[in-house]
């Protein structure tokens, strides 16, 4: 059997467990926000688009339709929302659609796949650049962006939670309080109290307004803020008591994680020199005495054995994460 055959069905037969083992995670994924959501409302959540650009009485007027188009006879329609979708809403790239999103991926792609065949490469390296341009380098990317997003959130919404305190005990209205933060706060604070502001100006109860953003930023300290708006409204307690405990445990939260990851710092270093140290020790060897290398990178046992090596490493690097990645 040719090498290059045997390589890429050693690509494809990895390709397929890594896809079969990420699509669980993500099932296991969406299947944990549903019931985070359902404990806040009992109810699946109705589409609405993020479009910053678009004044925000013109915004309100195209929420209005698109729920006049979706209303059926107990109000709003639901209807189920793509894990794509989903993902696109929390990196703050609503405005890109599915199909916009996958003409990206398979533009990059073919680009790598070009790069790599007038470069030179071998038919399994041409073919792996170009399952990676098309899948792992976009998903990579609005993965980062999502994270990065959320972070930025997370670090602001305490700050915004006390200033809606202040605001309240000066004796403003609830949505007066919301707006204000909007306008004060800036980055994914600001844009998702805007679109809570929105959604109110339309008719939407306070209480589904903030469940859509604990949809479009699934953390729990958004889902907490959703959950105590809700009991707010239907137990007529003090919303401005409830916003200030609010605030008092996420910031006791963020002191947790930030100690969390100060006390895991030296397993993480540690992991991060065990899984380089094979990768610059082989190069290292390949630049000083590249003959001594040469039965790795061009007999059939000493690809088998270089392949086997990656594949192995792989999953140890897989499993120290697993075992260093310590959730607050």
Known sequence: MPTGLILLLVFIAFLVIGGMAGTLYLLNLNE????????????????????????????????????????????????????????????????????KFWGISIGLGIALILITKLSGQSLPVVIMSGAVGAFGLPRFI?????????????????????????????????????A???????????????????????????????????????????????????????????LSEILLNLAKVIRARFRLKRKVQALSAEAKASAMIIGALPIFVGLGMTVINPDYMYPLYYTLKGKYMLWGAIGWMTCGILIMKQMINFRV
Request: with cysteine.
């Open 32 to 99: 944990k926000k549903k019931r985070n959501l359902q404990v806040i409302s009992g109810q699946t959540l109705s589409e609405f688009e993020n479009d910053k650009n678009v004044h925000p009485s013109k915004r309100r007027a195209n929420m209005a339709k698109r729920l006049q188009k979706e209303g059926d006879d107990d109000g709003i329609k639901t209807r189920k929302i793509s894990p794509l979708v989903s993902l696109l809403r929390q990196a703050g790239w609503a405005h890109i659609s599915p199909a």
């Open 142 to 178: 609005l993965n980062f962006r999502t994270n990065r997003r959320q972070k930025k959130f997370l670090a602001e919404f305490p700050d915004a939670l006390e200033s809606m305190v202040r605001l309240l005990k000066a004796g403003m209205p609830v949505g007066e309080a919301i």
């Open 180 to 238: 204000m933060v909007s306008r004060e706060f800036t980055g994914p604070v600001g844009e998702e109290m805007s679109k809570v502001y929105d959604e109110q100006k339309i008719g939407i109860s306070l209480a589904e307004a903030c469940l859509h953003a604990a949809e479009r930023m699934p953390i729990t300290e958004m889902q907490m803020f959703a959950t105590g708006i809700s009991i707010q409204q239907q137990t007529g307690s003090s």
